[in-house]
């Protein structure tokens, strides 16, 4: 079993929609969540990141995290054809350890 | 500002041939610096970490290896590419100690034929 699993998708949504974006992780001792997104032929970018559990608010993107289900999730409001790539979830033990990737949901956003 | 660049930015290489790509951070000291690639479907594998000048982890046994003559650069080498190294290779750095973000270079395309 794989630490951090993510459906591939694709996933294709219109114009506006909300779009949520989910991972599950199987290491009780991550800590750090994180989400990238990544452009065709581009290197991945941090959108966000939470510790623990809650959530965190960025603009049209929400990441919330439910450790008691191991549950990772990213909301995108309003969603955009800008907004269409391929989303990473990826977690961490802590500072200096290393990063657990999902395999990435690829986005396509419609006009 | 930092800045991570890596070239070539696509290479096309024969089996049997060596390899070298290289990785230089901007605006920082003493990163961590890492090594993926990235095959389709099958995420973000980690190929080498390092922690300073010299010091070299690997993660996956395989015929590439890595190397850090200097405090902000990274070099991925193999004697003889195989096919199965074909895919798309990312450097990262993240602070020292107590970091968890990481932040990606554009990434090199190899094609091994």
């Known amino acids: 079993q794989k630490e951090v699993e993510q459906d591939p998708g694709p996933l294709s949504v219109p114009e506006g929609a909300i779009v949520s974006l989910n991972c599950t992780y199987s290491?009780?001792?991550?800590?750090?969540f994180m989400w990238y997104r990544q452009y065709s032929r581009k290197g991945p970018e941090l959108l966000m990141y939470t510790y623990s559990s809650g959530n965190k608010e960025d603009g049209r993107f929400t990441a919330q995290v439910d450790k008691s289900s191991k549950y990772i999730s990213l909301f995108i409001r309003d969603s955009q054809p800008s907004d269409s790539a391929t989303y990473l979830c990826?977690?961490?033990?802590?500072?200096?350890?290393?990063?657990?990737f999902g395999t990435g949901t690829q986005l396509k956003v419609e006009l | 500002s930092q800045t991570i660049h890596q070239w070539p930015a696509t290479l096309v290489q024969p089996v049997g041939s060596p390899l070298s790509l290289e990785c230089t951070v901007e605006g920082t000291s003493n990163p961590n610096l890492y090594w993926y690639r990235q095959a389709a479907g099958r995420g973000l594998q980690l190929l080498f970490y390092s922690v300073g000048i010299g010091q070299i982890s690997s993660e996956v046994p395989q015929n590439l290896s890595a190397s850090r003559p200097q405090d902000r650069q990274f070099i991925l080498s193999s004697k003889k590419l195989l096919l199965s190294d074909s895919g798309f290779y990312l450097c990262?750095?993240?602070?020292?100690?107590?970091?968890?973000?990481?932040?990606f270079g554009p990434g090199t395309r190899l094609t091994v034929l």
């Open positions: 290491n009780s001792a991550f800590q750090y």
């Open positions: 990826a977690s961490s033990k802590g500072g200096g350890n290393k990063l657990t």
């Open positions: 990262a750095w993240s602070e020292a100690a107590g970091a968890f973000e990481q932040f």
